[in-house]
Structure formats: structure tokens, C-alpha cells
């Protein structure tokens, strides 16, 4: 069996947004009930959260987006972006815990103390490096990447994305970067926010080619999924990864409240599995995964348990 970190603890439950918003402060909860009830507690390693300090943000940030979410965080008003990602007071330090807690999983897993983690709370993709958007205040997959090569000399870093929203925020931050590859199935952009993602999106200049986004149409199952699965694997591979994130979000499950895709948990155990084979024939069995959306509260602990039974095999 192998170990997985996974991380847990009341200041990650702390990202989260009250009054009915669907990226509310129980979902990590809502996750840890299955994880208990399933036993899995007792096989993996639970990991304190940690906070990030400001220079790491601004490994991928603006000065000024750092600067404006701290403003807000003291206020606790208004918004941080057009009106999906509302401030309250210690958004800050909570979004800190939330990118704190991924650079920790990543520092982990290049060193070989824990090859595996996951991270409930992470997965913040829509994060612009100038701005909050899409409920994520910080995208914390993008300060990894450029913590990771900044400070580890990690250079191929291989991103994937399973969220039925396109990970705009981490494709347009690394879009020119042809060490960056980027996976990103997700329902067609077309149907849903962010509207993003096409198929034709393969990056830019130098980075041409380096990018694979797949759109998926609304009502996509799993047979869906599995279909173009083996050709979303096959460019991860090519592109020789030192590391694998995965983000695996939840709300491509059949019955989210905000989107219209319609796999099971067995599509992300087949990803979680299948990419957990690839990191380790080619980055030392490196993956850090990261839960991502999902507001149906039995379909994001269904689905990301999957992914943690899928990573201890």
C-alpha cells in the first residue's frame, strides 16, 4: 500500500463562502464523513494544512491582486472578482491555507517523502494571475508550478484537468510555456462557464502543441470519458513529466447543481489510477492531486475518495 498524504484540518475548511453559495465551508467535511465511513482514514496519512507565505504567491500572482484580496480580507466586503467569489473577513489567510497546503503536498512529493498526496480544498483553477474569478481567490496549482521550478528545479510539469469547468485560469498563465503541459477535459465552454477551452486552444508561439483541451458536450458519461481518456494520457506521456497535478474536480458528476456532465466516481478512480501508473514509470510516482469543484456534497466525497482509494493501490 502505498502512502498518501492527504490534508485536512479546520483551516482548510476555512475556504468557503456562506450564505447558500454552492462553494460552502462543508464540503470538506462532507468529504471526510465518506473518507471515515469508508475506513480510509485509517490508511492514509493525514496531513496538517499549511499556510503560504506572500512571496510564494507572487511566484505566480500580481503584486496588486495580492495586495487587493488582503484590502478585502480585513473589510469582508464586496466582491473579488464580477460577482461569483464574494470577500469575508480572513479570505486571505484562508485562501493562504488552501495554496499553502498544495505547495506543502508538492515540496513532499519532489523530496520522496510523500510521493502521493491529495488536497481537497485545492484546485482554485480559475484564479487569473491578475485576479480572483470562479470562486478561487488564488489558483494554487499555478503558484505550485512556479514554485516547484523556481525553487526545486522542477522543469516539465504536467497539468490535468478533470473538472467540468476548463481550468482557464492555468491554461491562460501558462498558454506561451512550452514545459507546461496542460489535459483539460471538461464540458464544452459553449454550454458553461468560462466559456473557454476548445479544442483548437493547443497553446501559443513556443508552446504550440503543448496544450490538449477537450470539450466534452453536456450529458457526457463515462463511456464518454474512457473514449477520449487513452488520448489524453498518450500526450501527458510524450511530454515526459517530472511531476503530475491533478485537478479532479467533482462537478462532472451526474447530478451537480451547476453543471450538466454525467460521469460516476469510476471516471475519476480510472484517471487517479491510470495517471498514478504514468507518474510512476516517468517521475518517480510524483502526483499531487488536488479536489477541485464539485456541490453536490455526496458526489465530491464519492468522487474524491475514489481518487484516494484509486492513489493508496
Not at 526545486?152 to 514545459?179: K, L, M, N, Q, T
Request: proline fraction near 5%; aromatic fraction near 8%; hydrophobic fraction near 40%.
Amino acid at each position: 500500500m502505498r502512502q498518501v498524504n492527504v490534508y485536512y484540518g479546520p483551516a482548510l475548511a476555512r475556504y468557503g463562502f456562506g450564505e447558500g453559495h454552492p462553494f460552502g465551508p462543508d464540503r470538506l467535511d462532507a468529504f471526510w464523513a465518506e473518507t471515515v465511513r469508508l475506513g480510509l482514514d485509517r490508511r492514509v496519512t493525514v496531513a496538517e494544512p499549511a499556510a503560504c507565505e506572500e512571496q510564494e504567491l507572487l511566484a505566480f500572482h500580481t503584486r496588486e491582486h495580492v495586495e487587493r484580496v488582503r484590502t478585502q480580507s480585513r473589510t469582508g466586503t464586496g466582491y473579488l472578482d464580477y460577482g461569483d467569489t464574494p470577500a469575508f473577513p480572513g479570505v486571505y489567510e484562508a485562501a493562504c491555507y488552501v495554496v499553502g497546503s498544495t505547495l506543502d503536498a508538492g515540496r513532499r512529493a519532489v523530496s520522496g517523502e510523500a510521493p502521493r498526496a491529495f488536497v481537497p480544498i485545492g484546485g482554485l483553477h480559475h484564479a487569473r494571475r491578475d485576479g480572483a474569478a470562479g470562486f478561487c481567490v488564488f489558483n494554487d496549482a499555478g503558484v505550485l508550478i512556479e514554485v516547484l521550478r523556481r525553487d526545486h528545479g522542477i522543469r516539465r510539469i504536467a497539468y490535468v484537468d478533470i473538472d467540468a469547468h476548463h481550468g482557464d485560469g492555468v491554461y491562460y498563465g501558462f498558454e506561451s510555456d512550452p514545459d507546461i503541459c496542460i489535459a483539460d477535459t471538461h464540458e464544452d465552454g459553449r454550454f458553461l462557464y468560462p466559456g473557454t477551452g476548445g479544442a483548437e486552444e493547443t497553446g501559443t508561439g513556443a508552446a504550440r502543441g503543448t496544450k490538449l483541451n477537450v470539450p466534452l458536450p453536456p450529458g457526457a458519461d463515462d463511456a464518454a470519458f474512457l473514449r477520449a481518456w487513452p488520448g489524453l494520457e498518450d500526450f501527458v506521456r510524450a511530454s515526459r513529466p517530472e511531476i503530475v497535478l491533478l485537478q479532479a474536480g467533482a462537478d462532472s458528476i451526474d447530478g451537480d447543481p451547476i453543471t450538466h456532465m454525467r460521469l460516476t466516481p469510476r471516471a475519476h478512480a480510472h484517471a487517479a489510477e491510470r495517471l498514478c501508473r504514468l507518474a510512476e514509470d516517468c517521475c518517480d510516482g510524483r502526483l499531487v492531486a488536488m479536489g477541485g469543484g464539485g456541490y453536490n456534497r455526496a458526489n465530491l466525497a464519492a468522487a474524491w475518495n475514489a481518487v484516494v482509494q484509486a492513489m493508496l493501490a
